[in-house]
């Protein structure tokens, strides 16, 4: 098992993002934004620093946190579609050139009003999602689709649809998503999901797991709602419990640190960073440390 994490919250070069995953002595970055940019569209001159940097750090790029198929591409739109097929054309040989065997991805956006049970939108979003998930596997690389606000994130009923239809997809988990998420399942109104019975569903096919914690607060009529992101523990997103099934289980993946307290990166303002924003990084870091290491401590 390792630890790593989404190090753009700590940083928006990246020598900040090296400096805060060697304060907290860990060896991976989740690698999404790089000043700004994602890293699966950095200019190559700028990738190819980015690459010398991290070999001389000794920091590894365990995972490529993707924009493909995210919560703004709509599953309809060919422009949407041809998007996240160039980014994954961009993605693929950056990560075989750092040794990178995931890429987070999601499954494209369902408007509130659009009914996601309808078997024509399934078919195009399972046609679709197939394309994206084999020429990963060609590639030697794992898909690993998030449950956020697309898809297969409306429930654990539609993230277990897209693994029946989408041979080879596996799951990253979010324990921060469900609180401020409706279970869209039955007829409205629709209560929020609950992260631990979510992840006991889809347990069997999560091979990687986020970590971030949530209060949900209220709804914007946009794409996501108003929330309070807090420490883990202090939220409504069941961390510890969902990370006391997953340790049990024998789970030996990566545990990923996504924070969103000093930024968020679905926000009008994500571009910026409070002064703070690595001190909170470094905390993060070290209180999901102590919370695997007390639940590992009770299981030896």
């Not at 980014?87 to 050139?97: G, I, K, N, T, Y």
Request: proline share 4%.
């Amino acid at each position: 098992m390792y630890f790593t994490g989404f190090a753009d919250e700590a940083g928006r070069s990246i020598d900040e993002q090296i400096a805060a995953t060697k304060r907290l002595g860990w060896e991976n970055i989740e690698s999404r934004n790089i000043d700004g940019v994602n890293i699966h569209d950095l200019e190559d001159a700028e990738f190819e620093m980015v690459c010398e940097k991290l070999e001389e750090a000794s920091i590894q790029i365990n995972c490529f946190g993707s924009t493909v198929a995210n919560w703004s591409r709509q599953p309809r739109s060919e422009d949407d579609y041809r998007k996240s097929l160039a980014e994954l054309e961009r993605a693929v040989p950056r990560m075989q050139r750092l040794g990178t065997k995931m890429i987070r991805g999601m499954s494209f956006a369902i408007p509130r009003d659009e009914e996601p049970d309808s078997p024509e939108l399934e078919e195009i979003i399972f046609r679709k999602m197939n394309v994206l998930v084999k020429i990963c596997a060609d590639a030697g690389i794992d898909y690993m689709h998030e449950n956020c606000r697309n898809y297969g994130g409306l429930s654990h009923e539609h993230t277990l649809k897209l693994v029946d239809n989408v041979p080879g997809i596996k799951l990253v988990f979010d324990t921060g998503n469900p609180p401020m998420t409706d279970n869209r399942v039955g007829e409205a109104p629709y209560g929020k999901q609950s992260s631990l019975e979510f992840f006991r569903n889809v347990r069997e096919f999560v091979g990687y797991i986020h970590i971030k914690d949530t209060l949900f607060v209220k709804e914007t009529g946009g794409i996501f709602p108003e929330a309070k992101f807090v420490y883990p523990g202090e939220g409504d997103g069941e961390v510890a419990e969902v990370l006391e099934e997953l340790l049990k289980s024998g789970y030996d993946g990566g545990i990923s640190i996504e924070p969103h307290m000093a930024s968020v990166f679905h926000s009008d303002d994500s571009g910026g960073l409070d002064s703070s924003a690595a001190d909170i990084y470094v905390e993060y870091g070290h209180r999901v440390e102590k919370m695997v290491s007390e639940i590992s401590a009770r299981h030896d």
